[in-house]
């Protein structure tokens, strides 16, 4: 959509949500009501608007996002659709960059009186777009409208002949069209319907990533290395991604070489081997001085973490050294079969200097060692069925050692082995964020954030808001005061969307109070770095790489999509809230 549509949508926001507003999402949408999925899952509404079919399709049982690029009309929606289950998004056709770099896909998705608002030129972007974020068997739903704009607007020819073209070049097969005249009773002004579906083999990543694992040719287990650790960052590190073009997510290339440490660290320090040749760490090309002079832990080598300036230099240097070996050999080599071209491409810069002094595992530190281009199919695959990829990846790559092992007459263990594999997560640590909250038991100022109740030194609990059972995760960002009763009603379950709304103004007020506002400046970074690099927050425009304050609206928006992607990727089970007693203002501790 133009800026200047934007911009009249800004400027008339309340008269048009109240024209929106004046038809029930049924009646505008009834044609589409009999080919809805019988498993409600994640829907995403395009060009939401007012919010009104947001809104249906949330009553229809479907967990939804609202994509709309006019403030004044999110702002509209979000007043007359206060729902939690409504996640908004500022975002766009024919790019949703931002929406696109989170790794969501859709068992729905709808685009209402949108279309004519893209020129000619931009729709087969827009479309493929569109497509990338359809689930396997999947639909997408579209209303174009023809005739006459208003006084003072301009609109784009459309036809349902073009997205049949469109549906056609992506293989979308479209499953049903019709017409009907305008509700609103405007002269020359009907409406076309068209309805498309994914088929159920969607893009191929899922075979292509079994190739990689099972199949491709393997001389060390350089392969299984970069993708398991590009498989991490999808999984854990979202907020680094950013859509570059069409077909394509950027990661920083920094990042891969962290993720790369982190895991061969644990196998080197095992001793044990990465290639048949009997020659330890000499045959491989990332094992340097720098690594031998590293003195961080796996644990350490994570997103948001500060290095001393006692320990910078070797592991900047590290991750030079790694970084090369990654873009001259596995990212080089691992090809889609039958062709030589790269699935991966690493793009490294140059021109990275030595820091001085101590260091951030930021994004920017991050990616001023380039950048590695994945496309967005695999990417998404990854994001996805991150928990199921895994394991493939770990087996292959213990096949692989137990044969090097054999080969060099050298017993293995299958002990070490395993412990060595295991993708290093920080222990379960809660003693810092305790020891924030314990200082404000003194005042009584201390709250529970799903419950309201204030917390005594007794009563006072601190809570993973995703729980660690399922996605381990010391973040300060998901580390919350609760009420010890209410966190064990909680136990091992997903806030649900309603839940997770009505606490939003005591989470904000409790990271405000614990991290924001706090004196201790490396506390503050290190809680914006946490959020920036876990989460999927879209990239906001004015924001750069080295400014890491991000508004905390914008950290819970990133929290409900990480919610939505549990919740349908995962199945994890949902919490409803505190039970009967433990609502704001029943007594007291």
Same mark, same amino acid.
């Given at each position: 959509?133009?800026?200047?549509?934007?911009?009249?949508?800004?400027?008339?926001?309340?008269?048009?949500?109240?024209?929106?507003?004046?038809?029930?999402?049924?009646?505008?949408?009834?044609?589409?009501?009999?080919?809805?999925?019988?498993?409600?899952?994640?829907?995403?509404?395009?060009?939401?608007?007012?919010?009104?079919?947001?809104?249906?399709?949330?009553?229809?049982?479907?967990?939804?996002?609202?994509?709309?690029?006019?403030?004044?009309?999110?702002?509209?929606?979000?007043?007359?659709?206060?729902?939690?289950?409504?996640?908004?998004?500022?975002?766009?056709?024919?790019?949703?960059?931002?929406?696109?770099?989170?790794?969501?896909?859709?068992? +729905?998705?709808?685009?209402?009186?949108?279309?004519?608002?893209?020129?000619?030129?931009?729709?087969?972007?827009?479309?493929?777009?569109?497509?990338?974020?359809?689930?396997?068997?999947?639909?997408?739903? #579209?209303?174009?409208?023809?005739?006459?704009?208003?006084?003072?607007?301009?609109?784009?020819?459309?036809?349902?002949?073009?997205?049949?073209?469109?549906?056609?070049?992506?293989?979308?097969?479209?499953?049903?069209?019709?017409?009907?005249?305008?509700?609103?009773?405007?002269?020359?002004?009907?409406?076309?319907?068209?309805?498309?579906?994914?088929?159920?083999?969607?893009?191929?990543?899922?075979?292509?990533?079994?190739?990689?694992?099972?199949?491709?040719?393997?001389?060390?287990?350089?392969?299984?290395?970069?993708?398991?650790?590009?498989?991490?960052?999808?999984?854990?590190?979202?907020?680094?991604?950013?859509?570059?073009?069409?077909?394509?997510?950027?990661?920083?290339?920094?990042?891969?070489?962290?993720?790369?440490?982190? +895991?061969?660290?644990?196998?080197?320090?095992?001793?044990?081997?990465?290639?048949?040749?009997?020659?330890?760490?000499?045959? +491989?090309?990332?094992?340097?001085?720098?690594?031998?002079?590293?003195?961080?832990?796996?644990?350490?080598?994570?997103?948001?973490?500060?290095?001393?300036?006692?320990?910078?230099?070797?592991?900047?240097?590290?991750?030079?050294?790694?970084?090369?070996?990654?873009?001259? #050999?596995?990212?080089?080599?691992?090809?889609? %079969?039958?062709?030589?071209?790269?699935?991966?491409?690493?793009?490294?810069?140059?021109?990275?200097?030595?820091?001085?002094?101590?260091?951030?595992?930021?994004?920017?530190?991050?990616?001023?060692?380039?950048?590695?281009?994945?496309?967005?199919?695999?990417?998404?695959?990854?994001?996805?069925?991150?928990?199921?990829?895994?394991?493939?990846?770990?087996?292959?790559? #213990?096949?692989?050692?137990?044969?090097? +092992?054999?080969?060099?007459?050298?017993?293995?263990?299958?002990?070490?082995?395993?412990?060595?594999?295991?993708?290093?997560?920080?222990?379960?640590?809660?003693?810092?964020?305790?020891?924030?909250?314990?200082?404000?038991?003194?005042?009584?100022?201390?709250?529970?954030?799903?419950?309201?109740?204030?917390?005594?030194?007794?009563?006072?609990?601190?809570?993973?808001?995703?729980?660690?059972?399922?996605?381990?995760?010391?973040?300060?960002?998901?580390?919350? %005061?609760?009420?010890?009763?209410?966190?064990?009603?909680?136990?091992?379950?997903?806030?649900?969307?309603?839940?997770?709304?009505?606490?939003?103004?005591?989470?904000?007020?409790?990271?405000?109070?614990?991290?924001?506002?706090?004196?201790?400046?490396?506390?503050?970074?290190?809680?914006?770095?946490?959020?920036?690099?876990?989460?999927?927050?879209?990239?906001?425009?004015?924001?750069?790489?080295?400014? %890491?304050?991000?508004?905390?609206?914008?950290?819970?928006?990133?929290?409900?999509?990480?919610?939505?992607?549990?919740?349908?990727?995962?199945?994890?089970?949902?919490?409803?809230?505190?039970?009967?007693?433990?609502?704001?203002?029943?007594?007291?501790?």
């Amino acid at each position: 959509m133009s800026r200047k549509s934007i911009s009249v949508y800004d400027a008339e926001a309340r008269t048009l949500a109240n024209r929106y507003e004046s038809l029930e999402f049924t009646r505008v949408h009834g044609w589409l009501l009999p080919f809805l999925p019988q498993t409600r899952g994640a829907a995403l509404d395009v060009g939401a608007g007012s919010g009104r079919d947001a809104k249906g399709l949330l009553g229809l049982g479907f967990e939804v996002v609202a994509v709309e690029p006019s403030a004044g009309m999110r702002e509209e929606g979000k007043r007359r659709h206060p729902d939690p289950g409504l996640v908004w998004m500022d975002d766009a056709l024919p790019g949703l960059d931002s929406l696109v770099s989170q790794g969501l896909s859709f068992d +729905l998705i709808l685009v209402s009186a949108v279309w004519m608002h893209l020129s000619p030129e931009d729709r087969p972007r827009a479309f493929r777009k569109l497509v990338s974020l359809m689930k396997s068997g999947g639909i997408l739903a #579209m209303t174009l409208r023809h005739g006459p704009p208003e006084a003072g607007r301009f609109l784009y020819e459309v036809s349902a002949d073009e997205v049949e073209r469109l549906a056609k070049s992506q293989g979308v097969a479209i499953v049903y069209g019709g017409t009907e005249p305008d509700l609103m009773g405007r002269p020359g002004v009907t409406w076309s319907h068209v309805l498309l579906k994914l088929p159920d083999d969607e893009t191929g990543a899922l075979p292509l990533l079994r190739h990689v694992i099972l199949k491709s040719d393997k001389s060390s287990t350089y392969k299984l290395g970069l993708l398991r650790a590009v498989s991490r960052i999808a999984d854990g590190s979202p907020g680094m991604a950013m859509a570059c073009g069409e077909e394509m997510v950027s990661i920083p290339l920094g990042l891969v070489g962290l993720f790369w440490i982190r +895991l061969y660290k644990p196998l080197i320090d095992g001793n044990l081997p990465q290639n048949p040749k009997n020659q330890g760490t000499k045959a +491989l090309g990332f094992i340097k001085d720098s690594w031998r002079a590293l003195t961080l832990s796996s644990l350490d080598l994570r997103p948001g973490i500060r290095v001393s300036s006692q320990d910078s230099n070797a592991l900047h240097q590290t991750i030079r050294d790694t970084v090369e070996t990654i873009t001259n #050999m596995p990212a080089k080599y691992m090809t889609f %079969p039958g062709k030589q071209v790269a699935i991966f491409k690493a793009n490294k810069k140059r021109t990275n200097r030595t820091p001085v002094g101590e260091i951030y595992l930021d994004e920017a530190y991050l990616r001023s060692f380039g950048e590695m281009l994945v496309p967005v199919h695999v990417w998404k695959a990854l994001a996805r069925y991150d928990a199921w990829i895994e394991p493939a990846l770990e087996s292959e790559w #213990m096949r692989l050692m137990e044969g090097y +092992l054999e080969k060099q007459g050298r017993e293995a263990d299958p002990r070490v082995m395993i412990r060595s594999m295991k993708w290093s997560e920080p222990s379960r640590d809660v003693s810092l964020v305790k020891g924030i909250g314990q200082s404000f038991l003194s005042g009584n100022r201390l709250y529970c954030v799903w419950s309201g109740r204030r917390l005594t030194e007794k009563t006072f609990d601190v809570d993973h808001c995703f729980p660690w059972a399922a996605w381990p995760c010391d973040d300060l960002w998901n580390l919350f %005061p609760a009420h010890r009763t209410v966190n064990h009603q909680k136990s091992a379950r997903l806030p649900s969307a309603k839940v997770l709304l009505n606490a939003a103004d005591r989470i904000m007020e409790w990271w405000n109070a614990a991290y924001t506002s706090n004196d201790n400046v490396s506390l503050k970074k290190r809680f914006y770095l946490e959020a920036r690099g876990t989460l999927p927050i879209a990239k906001i425009s004015g924001l750069f790489l080295e400014d %890491p304050l991000i508004p905390l609206e914008k950290i819970l928006e990133g929290i409900s999509l990480k919610r939505l992607s549990l919740r349908t990727d995962q199945g994890m089970e949902e919490w409803n809230g505190p039970s009967a007693g433990h609502e704001k203002g029943w007594g007291e501790g």
